[in-house]
């Protein structure tokens, strides 16, 4: 009768202290039962919290999967005004409401990437006239340069524990991986190969690394043990696999991938090494897995213009977000805040 | 082929830094002072395309094709003049390398930079001193042509000599 399998009702109350008192229940229409009822209580201005977190319960209930609205995005936007470039690096909502700015730059801005605790971001800036990595803490705004050396400074990726942070520099002659130790400040290489060695990220047991080589000829995705720094290829489909970027189950990972002419993404099974195309549309990358590995975010064009757009890994759900000012890319989503 | 290619290139550049001399011996302090941009509030953009600063007429500006960086025999014609210019007059060079979107952000990085390599190995084969040149990559941060096309993608693929 009412042509839906599950409804959500709620009501809300204002209580004492000027703040407010939300109710909601999550009912079964088939089933003709109610899943659970929960009180939630905020601020006035943490209604966009409540709400997020009304839909995380309702989405983990139905699904099983814990919801990830309540987590964030960080993006680099650049607008071009008569020839002259601004950069901005941005975080907001997964949805893209309440932006806020982390940084504003006339050089390029690159690789946004979250620190596990989701309170750090690090990054490439151009700032000082070459590539070099910096740390950013979200909340104090507190900035901290982290390398300094000439060639690439690139694809910062934190360690599943934090203490760690893989990146690609090229000052011993070619891209390379290495793993700094933020503690000691040390730096260790990683790959000893003449080939571009890049976009290093970890597995969750922080003990190999997966990363994209052109070794074989044309960019693919390898996995790296750390201990051994033993190197083993993973994908053999189409002429281009990059940037690969794990889901929290250490088994599936979006990458980039070209078969014959146009960037899609895709997601690669590590057990059973297959690749299954989620996106149709053109020059897509930048791919970032959610912290509840269900959907995705990535880099797109809209026309002539880069948008943000997000796809569940089983490629069932499909969004754009809301058109910014200039272009939009590098998404990073943001793992479970808390 | 690419091993092949950097083993020639790496035994050819031993060779002339034998025939040059010692002026291969890298001065690695004078790098540092060319185009030292400030952090960013700074208002000038040094790194706009302005080549008052070049001494010779040919172009600085070298192409490359899709995936490659392999210089093409127009862009060794005007290198040859510039690596003249520039055994004749020394002066600090800043090559910065480019590639077009297509492909992953990081990895236009590394092509860009390997582009840029490419000219610098070329112009130390003709006996500019390395400690001469700085090298930059942008990537496909700094499009010189917009609009997702093979015209504009052909001329974001490049070097800037500056």
Same mark, same amino acid.
């Given at each position: ?17 000027? !703040? ?6 999550? =009912?079964?229409? *088939? ?6 009822? +929960?009180?939630?209580?905020g ?8 709400a ?14 814990p ?12 607008t ?8 901005r690096?941005n975080v907001? #909502?997964?949805?893209?409401?309440r ?6 730059s ?9 620190a596990?605790?989701?309170? #750090? ?7 000082? %006239? ?16 982290l390398?300094?050396?000439? %060639? ?6 934190w ?8 990146? @690609?520099l090229s ?21 000893? +190969? ?5 976009e290093?990220?970890?597995m ?7 990363? *994209? ?15 051994s720094r033993?190197?083993? !290829? ?27 002419? *146009?960037?899609?993404?895709?997601s690669?099974? =590590? ?8 996106t149709e ?6 791919p970032?897995?959610a ?8 880099? *797109? ?7 943000l ?6 490629a069932? @759900? ?6 910014r ?14 | 082929?690419?091993?092949?290619f950097?083993?020639?290139?790496l ?18 302090? $004078?790098? $540092?002072?060319?185009e030292d ?5 700074g ?5 706009a395309?302005?080549d ?6 040919? #172009? ?18 005007a290198?040859?003049? +510039? ?5 004749s ?7 910065e %390398? ?6 992953? !952000? ?6 860009g930079?390997? !582009?840029?390599n ?11 001193s390395? %400690? ?16 997702s ?14």
């Open positions: 009768m009412l042509g839906t399998e599950y409804l959500v009702v709620g009501s809300m109350r204002t209580i004492e202290g000027g !703040r407010y008192e939300l109710e909601f229940s999550l =009912l079964n229409v *088939t089933a003709q039962k109610r899943e659970f009822k +929960h009180t939630v209580r601020r006035s201005n943490e209604m966009r919290d409540l997020h977190l009304v839909s995380d319960k309702v989405y983990s209930a139905i699904t099983g999967i919801g990830a609205f309540s987590t964030r995005i960080a993006y680099v936007t650049a071009r005004n008569k020839g002259k470039f601004t950069y690096l907001a #909502d997964a949805d893209g409401a932006e806020k700015l982390m940084l504003e006339p050089e390029p801005i690159m690789s946004p990437a979250w596990p605790n989701a309170k #750090d971001l690090a990054y490439v800036s151009f700032e000082t %006239g070459r590539p070099a990595i910096f740390r950013q803490n979200l909340v104090t705004g507190g900035r901290e340069q390398t300094n050396f000439k %060639g690439l400074n690139g694809a910062p990726s360690s599943p524990d934090g203490s760690k942070m893989a990146m @690609v000052k011993d002659g070619n891209p390379e991986i290495y793993v700094l130790d933020l503690k000691t400040k040390q730096f260790r290489r990683l790959t000893r +190969h003449f080939a571009i060695d890049t290093p990220t970890w969750p047991d922080g003990k190999s690394l997966l990363f *994209t080589s052109d070794r074989g000829g044309t960019p693919q995705i390898y996995k790296l043990d750390i201990a033993a190197t083993e !290829r993973l994908t053999f489909r189409g002429n281009y696999n990059a940037r690969a970027s794990l889901a929290p189950d250490g088994r599936t990972l979006a990458l980039v991938h070209r078969e014959s002419s *146009t960037f899609h993404i895709a690669f099974d =590590l057990q059973t090494r297959r690749l299954i195309e989620l549309t053109r020059l897509d990358e930048s970032s897995v912290p509840n590995g269900a959907m995705l975010m990535y880099a *797109t064009k809209q026309g002539d213009r880069g948008v757009a997000a796809v569940s890994l089983d069932g @759900v499909r969004y754009v977000l809301p058109a000012i200039g272009d939009v890319r590098e998404p990073a989503w943001s793992p479970f805040l808390r | 082929m690419k091993n092949s950097n083993k020639a290139g035994a050819t550049i031993f060779f002339s830094m034998v025939l040059a001399g010692c002026s291969s011996a890298p001065v690695e302090e $004078t790098t $540092t002072d060319i941009t400030s952090v960013q509030t208002q000038v953009d040094t790194s395309i302005d008052s600063a070049v001494e010779s007429s040919a #172009d600085t500006v070298f192409y490359f094709d899709f995936d490659k960086a392999l210089l093409k025999p127009e862009s060794r014609v290198l040859l003049e +510039h690596a003249a210019s520039l055994t007059n020394p002066r600090g060079v800043r090559l %390398g480019h590639a077009d979107e297509r492909g992953t !952000r990081e990895y236009n990085m590394a092509l930079e390997r !582009r840029a490419a000219v610098k190995e070329f112009l130390v084969l003709q006996g500019v390395a %400690g001469l040149i700085e090298v930059i990559s942008y990537g496909e941060e700094r499009a010189a042509s917009y609009g096309n093979d015209s504009a993608w052909s001329l974001n693929r490049r070097v800037e000599l500056k």
